[in-house]
């Protein structure tokens, strides 16, 4: 079966670091990524990982253990305006060689001043 | 310019009503998608096509009927509509190739259809 896991909600304060953690079970692992989603809005991409190890983009990283089946996202210097849901989504390889994304059900990140 | 358009952005009818929702990229990509989004916030991808040929068809009821008249749109037909249809669809678009590089296969989302079925 497939299986995503991440936390229901967080809450961080202004300027801080903050860790949101995904684990996951699913057959035929082809990717992990990360998408962010303002209330109301559409979600908008902001990392993969298909190789394990850390990839960094200026105030967000990801994380990536396939062994492990575990993903993170670390945002630094929080601002008010990363206050959003954060969507762990595992690409998965079907019969055909078409992939799917399997979402897990969002954290939401609450960022305080 | 806008990559992911859908129309219309909010959707307000009766129960037994039929209604369609169209969907525009101008991407240049091959792949789109429609997702639905519950209450509880959990997007779940309904269907996908392929150079306008149907590749993901997900357990979906058959009231729901997605058409792609060409590669750069889809459109989703739905039938006698029920209380459990209220939610929030998503279109998106990809460059998918077969097992192709996942940096080609970064999906982009149109701004979402919020269905209120009453």
């Known amino acids: 079966g497939q299986n995503i896991d991440q936390p229901t909600e967080m809450t961080a304060t202004e300027g801080a670091i903050v860790q949101i953690n995904c684990t996951y079970q699913?057959?035929?692992?082809?990717?992990l990524f990360w998408y962010q989603q303002h209330a109301g809005e559409a979600p908008t991409f902001l990392s993969y990982n298909v190789l394990d190890g850390l990839e960094e983009k200026g105030r967000f990283s990801s994380f990536l253990s396939r062994s492990k089946g575990y993903s993170y996202l670390l945002l630094k210097e929080l601002q008010m305006k990363d206050s959003a849901s954060y969507l762990c989504a595992v690409r998965a390889s079907r019969a055909g060689g078409y992939n799917k994304l399997i979402f897990g059900a969002g954290t939401r990140l609450a960022v305080h001043p | 310019d806008t990559a992911v358009s859908q129309t219309p952005k909010y959707l307000v009818t009766q129960m037994g009503n039929d209604k369609s929702i169209k969907c525009e990229q101008n991407l240049g990509h091959d792949t789109m998608y429609w997702y639905k989004q519950d209450s509880k916030k959990f997007l779940k991808i309904m269907f996908s096509y392929n150079n306008k040929e149907l590749i993901i068809n997900e357990t979906v009821p058959n009231r729901f009927s997605p058409k792609s008249p060409d590669k750069a749109h889809l459109n989703l037909h739905i039938n006698s509509l029920e209380l459990g249809d209220s939610a929030v669809y998503f279109c998106?678009?990809?460059?998918?190739?077969?097992?192709?590089?996942?940096?080609?296969?970064?999906?982009?989302f149109g701004p979402g259809t919020r269905l209120l079925v009453l």
């Open positions: 998106a678009s990809s460059q998918d190739t077969p097992l192709g590089a996942g940096w080609k296969e970064t999906q982009y």
């Open positions: 699913t057959s035929g692992f082809n990717g």
